[in-house]
């Protein structure tokens, strides 16, 4: 587009206005052409725009100055002020006639150069109108390609869904294909017990292939009869001709049947090759299987056989050694008394010297003596030498044997976390959810500490050690085998170690959901939360964002880049309360609602962006005074809610562009109680009753799961709502079952197993990483 100072003028109109009306300011002009050449000689340059500093070319005055009083004349900016600062000669000061030739002259140079300028502001003006032709024109094109380019916006995002469709097909078709695994995992099962019942069929089939066989025989044997029998016929076919007719029918019968029973005979040769070669194939499988479980078996029994020598060795040794310290004592001893003595003998000789230069005689017996002394000290020495070499060489073994005995001792630990690494792989292919059970330790309160030992047992077989727990009730005894049992010497540093990489998990984008599940003073807030005020003790809560936080720290030199919110509410009496709302704001009614993406939303709910693990103690400082807690027979300070920690985690590869969400959710839950342990009355009467109505209701969602009935109940309370997409979804879920070893609560402590084995059986679905793009929704999702 062209500038607003094109279209003005080189100079002001009412400067040449001025000069043309006040020819008497001027004074006599010279007869100077305004074409060709400066008076210097030198070519001028074309006039340029005064105010917008672009020169004009030949061709942008208008088409009619070739027809007008210019002519072909163009003026140039020296032109312009040699005209005004021109100077009139004076040869007469007094001639006027030549003074008004003269002032004509000028005048008229100057109203050429007017007319000059008018057509040239018209040619401006005409470009102008030009100018604007083509601006209209090219906001036309613009508009028509701003339309192309919705229209191809709209093409674009039709395509962005067909390829969405695609990739929820081929999600499925995923699915459906690890189902096919699954499905041909147990297709080799089923062909297993099928080989077993072939080799059944096997020997049934021989008995039949036998009786067969026999059959066989007694047919040959009748075709025999009957061939005699037709040669008898024909001998007597003349004296027999009226019965001939019928002859013939029964020949003919019995050789169709003859043929028949040769048909079979084929086919059933042809069924014993079969079955015969299946059995070849079957028998070389199952040999090739058995030949790898025997060199697996002898494998397994030579570390064993080998671990065992390594002990008796060692046991063998220690004794020995402790033998040979006992003499090296005994021999530094000896060492020492003929050190002393051999300074007696020195001092005691000195003296004799000295006093009795006539004993040498017993001055020589003496030197003899120690002569003889100093080879028994050469003699001990010796041996003191070859027996401390000696036990340099038992010590050197003995380290190589204990070095034998922690390489074995750490291939077991990596085999045992092999194990546990494989046993989580295949719970995420399967979709269960993983259960850890947690037995607290007795605590003075607690009757019958003697009976520890009769309530609860652990399995040390290699199945089921640190898998298993056994309760007694009753004198009958229920086995329990679970992802992880915990005895009640572990402390809180190996139960996170446990589920370290379960909370890894959300940062690397998938949703992960931790609650603890078991009877009113089991240890389950304490296991999620800790103590207060003993570091040592901190639960699952603060440590698991201690180590998010951390691994966020090393994961910023790889481009990773997070933001982090947290909420946190309580479920109580089916009544959803923010313990991070300001304070004086109550009566909120809060709303759960899930979207298409199944992820829980919490309507109003309080959102908070976090940067540090002390922001979030903070946080949960304030929620626990916000928490409903109470008083019972059976807990000093017993939750009354359902506590629901939110963690939601954004991040950003910069270097990849790659963007993952994941969310972390750690659920305490309240305890289930019976009335007549608990002994609530009022409102704790009213609380219990809403907290065992949410947790029966869980129960019957976990059943519905369990048995995959096309129904679920989570509507019928606010916790099961609020945990569908955990219980229901692609989410990786682990429940924590908290039970107490006193003997008076074995009771509730097996119905809290064995809802945990239910919970254990059920199939989820295979957890989802989200690599979605951030949502312009900030509020956060339980799911």
């Known amino acids: 587009m062209a500038t607003k100072n094109q279209n003005k003028p080189p100079f002001p109109n009412h400067n040449l206005t ?3 009306t006040n020819p008497s300011s001027r004074k006599c002009i010279g007869d100077e052409k305004m074409v060709g050449t400066a008076n210097n000689g030198r070519s001028r340059q074309a006039f340029s725009v005064v105010n917008g500093g672009q020169d004009l070319c030949p061709n942008s005055a208008p088409a009619s100055n070739a027809g007008s009083e210019c002519g072909g004349i163009e003026f140039t900016r020296e032109d312009v002020e040699a005209l ?18 003269n002032m004509v002259e000028y005048i008229k140079r100057l109203k050429l150069c007017v007319k000059w300028f008018q057509e040239l502001e018209g040619s401006y003006l005409f470009e102008q109108e030009k100018l604007l032709n083509m601006l209209e024109s090219a906001e036309q094109k613009c508009n028509e390609t701003e339309g192309q380019m919705k229209n191809k916006e709209e093409e674009l995002n039709s395509i962005i869904m067909e390829l969405r469709k695609n990739y929820a097909s081929l999600q499925e078709k995923f699915t459906k294909e690890e189902t096919d695994k699954l499905d041909a995992v147990d297709s080799l099962a089923k062909e297993k017990e099928a080989r077993l019942n072939f080799e059944r069929s096997q020997a049934s089939l021989s008995e039949e292939l036998a009786k067969a066989q026999r059959e066989l025989l007694s047919s040959n044997q009748k075709i025999s009869s009957l061939n005699d029998m037709y040669k008898r016929l024909q001998d007597y076919n003349t004296s027999l001709q009226q019965y001939n007719g019928k002859l013939h029918t029964d020949l003919s019968t019995v050789e169709n049947e003859l043929k028949h029973v040769e048909k079979e005979k084929a086919t059933i040769v042809e069924s014993l090759s079969m079955l015969r070669g299946q059995l070849t194939m079957s028998r070389a499988s199952q040999d090739e299987a058995i030949k790898q479980k025997d060199a697996l078996v002898n494998e397994a029994a030579f ?20 033998t040979l310290t006992t003499d090296v004592v005994k021999h530094k001893e000896s060492t020492e008394k003929y050190v002393a003595e051999l300074d007696h003998l020195i001092i005691k000789t000195n003296e004799l010297e000295a006093t009795c230069s006539l004993q040498n005689n017993k001055i020589r017996i003496l030197q003899n003596q ?21 036990f340099e060489g038992q010590k050197k073994l003995i380290n190589e044997l204990q070095n034998r005995l922690a390489d074995a001792e750490f291939k077991l630990v990596e085999g045992e976390m092999l194990r546990k690494k494989l046993h989580n792989t295949i719970l995420e292919l399967k979709g269960n959810i993983r259960v850890f059970c947690r037995v607290r330790p007795l605590l003075p309160d607690d009757g019958g500490i003697s009976m520890e030992g009769k309530v609860f047992s652990y399995p040390t077989s290699i199945e089921t050690l640190g898998r298993g727990i056994d309760v007694v009730q009753s004198g009958q005894k229920h086995a329990f085998t679970f992802d992880q049992v915990f005895m009640p010497e572990a402390t809180q540093d190996d139960v996170f170690v446990e589920i370290s990489q379960l909370v890894q998990s959300a940062l690397d984008g998938y949703k992960v959901c931790i609650f603890a599940y078991g009877q009113t003073g089991s240890g389950k807030t304490y296991t999620m939360m800790g103590r207060p005020g003993h570091p040592e003790q901190k639960g699952l809560i603060p440590r698991s964002l201690e180590q998010i936080f951390q691994t966020r720290q090393s994961l910023q030199p790889q481009g990773w880049r997070y933001e982090m919110q947290v909420s946190m509410l309580e479920i109580y009496n089916e009544t959803i309360r923010d313990l991070l709302s300001t304070p004086g704001v109550a009566g909120k009614q809060y709303a759960i609602k899930h979207d298409a993406n199944g992820n829980a939303h919490v309507s109003d709910l309080t959102i908070v962006d976090v940067r540090s693990a002390k922001e979030v103690s903070f946080l949960l400082d304030q929620a626990a005074q916000s928490r409903s807690v109470g008083k019972t027979q059976m807990n000093e300070q017993s939750s009354r809610s359902h506590f629901v920690f939110t963690l939601r985690i954004f991040g950003v590869n910069e270097s990849t562009e790659q963007e993952v969400q994941g969310v972390l959710n ?36 976990i059943l519905a799961l369990a048995k995959k009935e096309d129904h679920i109940p ?29 003997p008076s609560s074995v009771g509730e402590s097996l119905c809290s197993l064995r809802f945990a084995a239910r919970v254990n059986a059920c199939e989820i679905g295979i957890p989802r990483r989200q690599t979605n793009t951030r949502p312009s929704d900030s509020r956060l999702s339980y799911g």
């Open 84 to 101: 005004l600062n021109e100077k009139p000669k004076r040869k007469d000061r007094f001639n006027l006639k030549e003074r008004c030739d």
């Open 303 to 322: 570390l064993r056989a080998e671990l065992h020598q390594v002990r008796d060795d060692r046991d063998r040794l220690q004794p020995l050694v402790q």
């Open 370 to 390: 120690l002569a003889t002394a100093e080879e028994k000290l050469q003699l001990y020495d010796s041996s003191a030498l070859e027996t401390r070499t000696e």
């Open 714 to 742: 989570f509507r019928n309370s606010k916790l099961t709502y609020l945990l569908q997409p955990c219980l229901g979804g692609d989410s990786k879920t682990l429940m924590f079952v908290n039970v107490s070893p006193d």
């Open 18 to 20: 001025s000069t043309a």
């Open 666 to 701: 750690l659920i305490d839950l309240a305890g289930s109680e019976r009335l007549s342990k608990s002994g609530s009355t009022g409102d704790r009467l009213k609380e219990t009753q809403a907290i065992n109505k949410s947790l029966s209701s869980l129960s019957d969602v």
